[in-house]
Each structure stands twice: as structure tokens, then as C-alpha cells.
């Protein structure tokens, strides 16, 4: 059998890198899809993934016809499109007292209106074929709220209930869909957070630190894996205990 073809967005990310490592590691030929507006940073992904089964491609997720076109070229040079991961996010924090219309539009368009566009591209195909593995990055934040943040919060909840809806949609075809929600991690968006209120984070966490990228990214390896297909609509919190519900 030949390679499962896997896409990431935000691929080149603190977590997409991760998880772009994981799955080349599983044996998957990954397409890391992420706006490519930074060469630097594009240059450092393609070093850093140097000697693995991972390519970059251009993408704006938030735009609806440019990920038909995606999906499209990535089928067509691979042949199959059977591993998709939504990992692009931003985020544009302040309460919603002042928040205006672009900062809501904006976290919504990339965080929550991207799943959609690459689902609704990617589906049929992963359905025709009889496989398939999708999964959603969402937030522990989705599910407890945060301070500041109704925009992120609400696209992440969001991202799990479209997860739970598509996945009774497509469970016959072969093809699964489950979200996962990691706490805080070490990575660039989180570095940039003052050191007092990271440390203040930090001590919220029952197991006492900030996960690694590394631990969000087996998760999704583990997930998308071909003898994973009866685990379908679910979301797996990986979040250091930080919140524990049913």
C-alpha cells in the first residue's frame, strides 16, 4: 500500500511542525499548508523538517476557493488526500466590551471557517475511497471560556461541535473526525505572554508545567492512525489536568 498523503494547516507552527514530525514519522507523506508570508520562517520550517517525507505548500485558509484548489493539487499529485489536521489559529484577544468587528471576523475566518473549507473539499474523497482521518485542533480554552478572548473561545467551542456533526455525517464511509484540545504549551504564542501571568498559568496546572508540542502531536498521530477507526467524535483534552469534565 502506498503512503497515506497527510495535510496540515498551520504546518508550520510550534504545534503544526510537531505534528507534521509525528505523522512523516507514522510513515505519512505530509503537506505542511500555511500562508508561506515569511520566508524566514518558511526557510527555518524546511530546516528543521530536513530528512523527512514533509513539503510546504502556500495556503490561506480562510479563503474558500484557494482550499478547493488545495485539495484539488494535493489529490492530483498524490493521489489521495487521506489525512487532514486543522491546525491553523490566531488569535486577537481583548474583551468583547472592545472588540471590534475585524477581531472578531478575523478569529473566525482562520480558526473556525477554515475547517469548513478543507472538510467540505476533502470529504468526498476521503468518503469515495472508504478512509479517512480528520482532526480539529481545538482548545481547552473552547471548553472553559477564558478572559478576553469570546472570539478564540467561541471558534474553538465551534470547531468541536462541527467535529461531532460531520463525524455522525461520514461514519459509515470509512472516515473519522475527532478534535483535540491542548492546554498551554511552549510555543511562540505562549512565550510572548508575560512571564508573571505565564507563571501564573503554570501554577494552575496540576501536573506543575507547560506541555510540549511533541505531546499534542502523538496525540494526532494517534488518532489518525489506519487502526483508529472506531474512535470517531470524540475530542481528547491534552491539557496537563488543567480541566477535567466529562
Known sequence: MSKRTAVVTGGIGGLGTAICVALARAGRSVVAADLGSNPERVARFEHEVDGHDIRF???DVSDFDACGAFVDEVQARHGSLDILVNAAGITRDTTLRKMDRVQWDSVMNVNLDSVFNLCRHAVDGMSGRGFGRIVNISSVNGQTGQFGQTN????KAGMHGFTMALAREVA??????NSV???YCETALVAAIPEDIRQGIVDKVPVGRLGQPEEI?????FLSADDAGYITGANIPVNGGLYMGF
Do not use: E, H, Q
Not at 172 to 177: A, F, L, N, P
Open 57 to 59: 505548500a502556500p495556503l
Open 172 to 177: 459509515r464511509k470509512g472516515v473519522t473526525v
Open 181 to 183: 484540545s491542548p492546554g
Open 217 to 221: 502531536a502523538r496525540t494526532v498521530a
Open 152 to 155: 478564540y473561545s467561541a471558534a
